[in-house]
């Protein structure tokens, strides 16, 4: 009789509500609150003291939205009558309230899955460029710039930029600080230092090719708009500002659209040679040479592409086999460890340990791996070790081919969008775009008296 008196209470207040779940014991929830409340943060705190007043356990929190309304994305666990607690607590507390919407995880995979948002067009990456908090200089004093004023003011200023930034404008010039300037030129001369010996052929390739047109330069920090315009030549990836670290599920989709999303802020200068979290000099120094060659580009949307749409377990084991590979990976030149992960390639310290015999290597297995734990505040204590770039990207592509969704996706470059193919009529236009393709590939082929077999 409760449970119906609340759902009748919504009701009659018009907010939508959709309760799909039956069960009185603990079961693990997804829940979708919907506010016009114009202060996220005060809607996101709103949520949490209710939810906690209701014995209800969050386990993970997301948020998107844009200036009209915000959507808070909650993976829980309670019983039905605490989360109808909760539903009461909410919407008597929080009058801007207009959808609380919850979702069994019990049900089929095939409809969890179709309930899985996901960006269908490139302008939609606006609503996936929420920060999470993990290793922030405000609260953390682990930071090397906890306390440093100055430092804080600069990187909030920065990040307010980047949160600023929506689909269609114009990337701004960043008029950098000449501390910020001396940071960069200490790491980019000292990593120089170990370019042969300890990191992998195709980044040396790359990066000397961004050297010798002037992208990257020891003096200066490079913008990132004059960066995408080498990029843009060469793959067609493109960087976009954020704020920091964002989920796994959104920094994927990103790559999805060939779209990397990068921090504009600087590591502290009182410790330039590691960062454990994503900076500037992390993104132009490790990803940037490495989506400048057109295979790996072609790998690293492909993984974004399979990631659109699948279930949060299969996103969490898909960014760690990422975050292992892509981000610390290593493999083997000439009989010796080299690094092809980002996170690696932009920090010294790191580089060198992770290259020395302190810590344990092993095979690169992306079903190993994928459950494997990491360290995101030190040195790994392992490194996993593939045979080249390309092949440790072939294996993360098969990996992420094998996760089962009720659907595929194929990307239209020509509209930046996304289409899913769920039926035959979808399937139908896909191959009419892929024939027509073909066609002209045929024709050159024809015109060059070389013969192709399907």
Request: one cysteine or more; hydrophobic letters at 35%.
């Amino acid at each position: 009789m409760r449970c119906q008196k609340i759902l009748q209470q919504l009701n009659d207040e018009g907010i939508e509500v959709i309760f799909t779940a039956n069960d009185v014991t603990p079961i693990e929830f997804s829940i979708i609150l919907t506010s016009t409340d114009p202060t996220l943060s005060n809607f996101v705190s709103d949520i949490l003291q209710n939810m906690s007043s209701a014995k209800v356990q969050i386990c993970h929190v997301e948020t998107r939205g844009n200036e009209a309304s915000h959507d808070v994305l909650l993976a829980c666990k309670a019983t039905k009558n605490q989360l109808i607690h909760s539903a009461e607590l909410l919407t008597q507390n929080h009058v801007a309230l207009t959808k609380f919407s919850i979702f069994a995880k019990k049900l089929s995979d095939e409809k969890n899955q179709s309930q899985i948002w996901f960006p269908r067009h490139i302008s939609e990456l606006d609503q996936c460029s929420k920060c999470i908090t993990k290793y922030e200089p405000t609260t953390d004093p682990r930071h090397p710039g906890h306390g440093d004023v100055a430092y804080i003011a600069r990187r909030k200023f920065l990040n307010d930029q980047a949160l600023e930034f929506k689909f269609g404008d114009e990337i701004g010039y960043v008029d950098y600080t000449e501390e910020e300037h001396a940071t960069w030129k200490a790491v980019y001369e000292k990593l120089g230092d170990l370019h042969l010996s300890h990191t992998c052929a195709v980044y040396r390739q790359n990066l000397k090719i961004l050297q010798e047109e002037k992208v990257l330069t020891a003096d200066r920090i490079p913008q990132i708009r004059d960066v995408n315009k080498f990029l843009q030549k060469k793959t067609g990836f493109e960087l976009r500002p954020c704020s920091g670290l964002l989920s796994a599920r959104d920094f994927l989709a990103s790559l999805a659209f060939r779209v990397f999303q990068t921090t504009t802020y600087l590591r502290h200068h009182k410790s330039p040679h590691h960062s454990p979290e994503p900076d500037l000099i992390h993104e132009l120094l490790g990803h940037v040479p490495m989506f400048s060659d057109p295979l790996l580009a072609q790998m690293s949307q492909d993984i974004g592409l399979m990631s659109l749409g699948a279930s949060d377990e299969h996103i969490e084991k898909l960014s760690t086999v990422y975050w292992f590979i892509v981000e610390f990976g290593l493999c083997k030149e000439d009989g010796k460890l080299k690094a092809i992960g980002a996170g690696l390639l932009s920090a010294y310290g790191e580089l060198m340990h992770a290259c020395s015999d302190a810590p344990e290597h092993k095979d690169f297995d992306p079903a190993v791996t994928a459950v494997q734990k990491y360290e995101d505040d030190d040195y790994q204590p392992l490194y996993f070790v593939a045979d080249s770039i390309h092949d440790a990207l072939a294996k993360l592509r098969k990996y992420a081919s094998s996760m089962d969704r009720p659907f595929s996706v194929v990307y239209d470059p020509f509209t930046k969008s996304i289409e899913a193919i769920e039926s035959s009529a979808d399937l139908e236009k896909a191959f009419s775009r892929l024939s027509n393709d073909l066609s002209a590939i045929t024709h050159a082929a024809d015109r060059m008296k070389i013969s192709i077999t399907m």
